[in-house]
């Protein structure tokens, strides 16, 4: 069965501060790996899609790399805009549905 | 672009009455919707796979006759909560799978009193 497992549940950082949220992950055979950004009371919105391992991408402050067993994003000199929960999301080799780990709520304090 | 709707963003219903949400993909087809469901603090559960023109596949536990789902058009999924109850009572959104993932709606928040 998948199973996707997020650390830290929470975060708390000081603007400026970098750090990185983690993301493990088994599944059978992977399709891909997603970060998804959620602000309280609203849909996730789409960071990032990872392939394969060694795979990393980056928006902004944000940059996601990927490895066998886990992912990894990573958090450049955070803004209190940054302040969001972090979920991470797995989606097996012929399906079509993503599961999700409980999220990384991230704060940032200005 | 990959923009998804949800209508109402909130609603507030007598217990027994039946509720519909509506996701719409705007800017693009989906011949796949997903519903969820999320608690306060908890990550997205999935209720159900909704297809284009065919029957919805749902999640074990999730009840197919409690919530109907009906995906008329490649743009238009609907979620009805049946005879809601207060246990009813969540953060409902859906999604719609495009080019590269699944783009998210802003959600529903139902509240059956």
């Known amino acids: 069965e998948d199973q996707v497992t997020q650390s830290p549940e929470a975060l708390r950082l000081q603007e400026g501060e970098s750090s990185s949220l983690n993301c493990s992950y088994t599944?059978?055979?992977?399709?891909?790996l997603f970060w998804y950004r959620q602000d309280p009371g609203k849909g996730p919105e789409f960071l990032f899609t990872?392939?394969?391992a060694g795979e990393e991408k980056e928006k902004e402050r944000l940059k996601a790399t990927l490895t066998k067993k886990e992912s990894f994003l990573h958090i450049t000199a955070p803004k209190p805009e940054d302040s969001a929960t972090y979920l991470c999301?797995?989606?097996?080799?012929?399906?079509?549905?993503?599961?999700f780990g409980t999220g990384t709520r991230l704060t940032v304090i200005p | 672009g990959a923009v998804v709707s949800q209508h109402p963003s909130w609603v507030i219903c007598k217990s027994g009455t039946s509720v519909k949400i509506e996701c719409r993909s705007l800017?693009?087809?989906?011949?796949?919707m997903f519903w969820y469901r999320q608690f306060p603090k908890q990550s997205l559960m999935l209720m159900a796979t909704?297809?284009?023109?065919?029957?919805?596949?749902?999640e074990q536990g999730v009840e197919k006759d409690k919530f109907l789902i009906n995906h008329a058009s490649l743009t238009l999924s609907t979620l009805t909560v049946t005879s809601a109850h207060p246990e009813d009572s969540s953060f409902y959104i859906c999604?719609?799978?495009?080019?590269?993932?699944?783009?998210f709606g802003p959600g529903t928040r139902l509240l059956v009193l």
């Open positions: 800017d693009f087809q989906a011949t796949t």
């Open positions: 999604s719609a799978s495009g080019k590269e993932t699944q783009y």
């Open positions: 990872l392939y394969s």
């Open positions: 999301a797995v989606q097996e080799t012929g399906a079509n549905n993503l599961f």
């Open positions: 599944v059978s055979g992977l399709r891909g």
């Open positions: 909704s297809n284009e023109g065919s029957k919805a596949t749902y």
